[in-house]
């Protein structure tokens, strides 16, 4: 207390030090938009960290707060997930104020191609040579030697990190050992030709195509490595029944319930659509829509009924 007194000004300066960065560090709040971000990314951080050993929390906190969930200009003009400058690029570009005025920032053709130059740009750079020497489960370290090589201007990147980690339980995918071979916008390594392939999806936590004119399930199989009577399991549809084009054919079991953000939105009933194609459009289970409506599969649907999905 008498050091306090005499050092009054010092133990002040300290203080509001600490209280800055306790706020800063513990001022997020869940929203579904972030989840939604890591649900949708997960896959590609965790084959990124088996390929340079970054952890996948690291790359998922950057990805989220360098991108706003993905919602920033830089990330919709240019797929720009990291807020990575030119830096002698060779590739695509946009331009942006940053720092200064239209500063130059890479481009890319989607968030894959983000995400994989961010970890070359990462292993490649002598200036984050010595992060590689931690842990992948060392996420704190990783993010406090981030902010001090430089890969941020604010004092408080480290804690903002870290608190978007252990908000959203990023820590749990740096014990990953595979990751899903289905990655949003991409599909499997099954297909024979690259022009050939559906875009990959996801959807309330499960990834999706879109079937084409006169495919089958068994042709889709094909393409993704899963059997075709297995789709159509997943799918709650008869193995041989025609697939129209435009159904969503989902690549695993469909969940009980919708997502946490349809929890006080029922979906309202329009003409044409059936409990089935709702349940397709939300990715929940045809028994699970029945049961929380408390409907038999026999119940006609109403143009206007509200239906609970979640």
Avoid at 117 to 131: G, I, P, T, V
Avoid at 195 to 212: D, K, S, V
Avoid at 283 to 304: A, C, F, I, T
Wanted: net charge positive.
């Amino acid at each position: 207390m008498y050091l306090c007194t005499m050092k009054k000004l010092i133990c002040m300066a300290v203080f509001l030090v600490f209280t800055v960065v306790t706020a800063d560090a513990q001022g997020a709040k869940w929203n579904q938009r972030y989840q939604d971000y890591v649900d949708e990314y997960k896959d590609i951080a965790i084959r990124e960290m088996l390929k340079y050993n970054i952890p996948a929390s690291i790359t998922l906190a950057q990805g989220l707060l360098e991108s706003g969930a993905g919602q920033s200009e830089l990330t919709r003009k240019g797929n720009n997930h990291f807020g990575i400058k030119c830096h002698g690029w060779t590739g695509r570009t946009t331009y942006h104020d940053d720092d200064a005025r239209q500063e130059c920032f890479r481009a890319y053709n989607n968030a894959l191609e983000s995400y994989e130059d961010h970890s070359k740009f990462l292993a490649s750079s002598q200036r984050y040579k010595s992060l590689f020497q931690l842990s992948r489960t060392d996420y704190k370290g990783w993010a406090h030697g981030l902010k001090a090589c430089g890969y941020a201007t604010n004092p408080q990147y480290a804690y903002r990190l870290i608190d978007i980690i252990e908000l959203y339980k990023l820590h749990q995918y740096d014990k990953a050992t595979h990751a899903n071979k289905f990655i949003a916008g991409h599909a499997g390594a099954h297909s024979v030709g690259a022009a050939e392939l559906h875009p990959i999806h996801i959807n309330n936590r499960n990834y999706y195509l879109q079937a084409r004119r006169g495919e089958t399930f068994k042709m889709i199989g094909k393409e993704v490595g899963i059997s075709g009577r297995r789709l159509a399991r997943y799918n709650e549809r008869p193995y041989k029944e025609p697939l129209e084009e435009g159904d969503i054919v989902y690549l695993k079991k469909k969940r009980t319930s919708a997502d946490k953000s349809f929890k006080r939105q029922p979906h309202i009933v329009k003409a044409g659509e059936s409990m089935y194609t709702i349940s397709q459009k939300y990715g929940v289970r045809l028994k699970s829509l029945y049961r929380m409506n408390r409907m038999e599969p026999d119940h006609q649907l109403r143009v206007g009924e509200q239906i609970r999905v979640r």
